[in-house]
């Protein structure tokens, strides 16, 4: 009952937020946090449900930004089917860094994502015919329908927040599905889940996709969003921030996850004057999280606020010591 | 004539080889003895190039007495780093050691961008003379390296091989337990090796700094090229860090001379990404990837 009564206040509250803060600056920062909640929420899917942990996905969020990029701005293709085939590319991207990846365990499958963004990234800087290399790619501002000319900033904030809503939505209704039990299993442990039966491999491969694709949308909706966009976004910088904000936030939960996201950009923008300065900052949590609050800010919250907690399956609790 | 090119590529090669073994011998010494991977070891390797700038162009050092001032602060900040954030996270997953030396990497790399600017630095270092050999061309700078290299690495492999510390930290890479048991402190093996994989890194960014402008992203590089190294030398072999060192700035100096300089990092991940997928325990090791 509860559940139902905060989705409802977060709904209203999303729908109604730009009406309050029509400040335009203060509407752009409410665009990133959406845009950074979607890519962290595709992290989560890897990090929380699954126990794999891609130390690479830049390549995904900076490849749909490029496909989306290159797609409106040199083939002048529509912003919706440019958001389309973004994803999808993202998503075969996803399966194919999956192939290689998922041989390998624990520490060589994160130095194997890392390799495979760093070679994604590689690419794109050295194809300046196609993606301007490290002079960045300029993209057009794409028109929605309905909205009038000037508030675009209203235009992407809805589909933000369309796309994250229903991808939280899914992945709600998924996680209670026999289906996203079974990602549950694996987290815990792998060999027994495959005893029972669980197809481990194929479930992690797809997983994959589906993540890389999500995190490609949300690069897709960055692109235009921003303007330009270089190769940096490709960097492992942009790989450490998503991690970022799905430890702070608490893995495996998905507002954790979008928590850590808001956390994100009210820290960047408290130390907008100073880009730089605000990564050290971050950096410097990130390290502090990790070794005082392993299990992220919200979650141990959550747990003390519904003590005789019956419902949710135990939250993952990096401290373990087997499985690595 | 071509045969003169090969040579003349074949020694730039050996110049950055000695390089990547060094920062990867330091990297594989921290993988083969606490298991962790250590995400931020370039950046160390940067940060000596950097105090060895400012050493030099601020405070009017010699070249000798900054890099000597570069490796002491820089082990004793990494000493810092590993009390502080590493020793706490030991016993727990090793996700965590890993998301903090990424965070460590990210924190060193953003701290030089604010304090230097992410311009590049050119260090002028006494050893600006050239030597030709017939048709090849090598600066003093990179008979420095390779002279001071070889010595480092025979010093690291004679440490490790005949002395009391040495022999410890190699007990303790075989078995952290069976060390514990035969009264091995490895808490004091882990600060020690820790140190002196931060100082071959340190070592090599005094070495390397110079021979190119020093930009802040050269520290993410070499961490990822030590990676490659240790990867397909066998995690944790130093024997095989240093041959895979040598080897890869071989391999890419030829990629260099005859394909593309641009292409040259991609030749190394590539060759990486293969030998995962053949040979996951590289192509000296003995350790078990899966």
Redesign the interface.
Known sequence: MIRIFLTAVAVVVAIGAPFVVTDLYFQQVMVIFGIYAIFAVALDILFGFLGVHSFGHAAFFGGGAYVCGILMETYGVSFGLSLVAATVLSALLGLLVAIPALRMRGIYFAITTLFCAEVVRLIVTNVPSVTRGTMGLTTPLPSFPGVPYGYENLGFYYLTFAVLALSCFLLERFRRSPLGRSFIAIRENEQLAASVGVPVFRIKFYAFGVSGGLAGLAGAIYAPFIGIISPDLLSPTYSAMGMLMVVVGGFGTIYGAIFGAFMFSVVTEIFRAAAELRMIIFSALLIAAIIFMPRGVLTPLIDYLRRPSRREPAVLDVNRKDEA | MAFNILLQQLLNGLTIGVGYALVAGGLAAIFGIMRI?NFAHGEFFMIAGYVLYYGMSVLGLPYFAAAALAIVAVVAFGYLIQRL?IE??M??????T???T??????MF??V??ISGSGGRTIDTPFDGVITLGNVILTEQKLLVMVAGVIFLGLLAVFLSHTPVGKQMRATAENRYAATVLGIDVKRIDRFTFGLGIALAAVAGVLIAPLTPLVPSVG?AYT?KA??VI?LGG?GSIPGAIIAGVGLGMVEALTAGYLSS??K??VA??V??TV??TR?NGLFGQGV??
């Open positions: 991977v954030t706490p996270l016993e727990t997953d090793p996700l965590n890993l998301l903090a990424f965070a460590l990497s990210l924190f953003h701290s961008v604010v993410t990822l990676f490659a990867v995690m641009a292409w990092d991609g991940f590539l990486l990404i995962l997928l996951p990837a899966h």
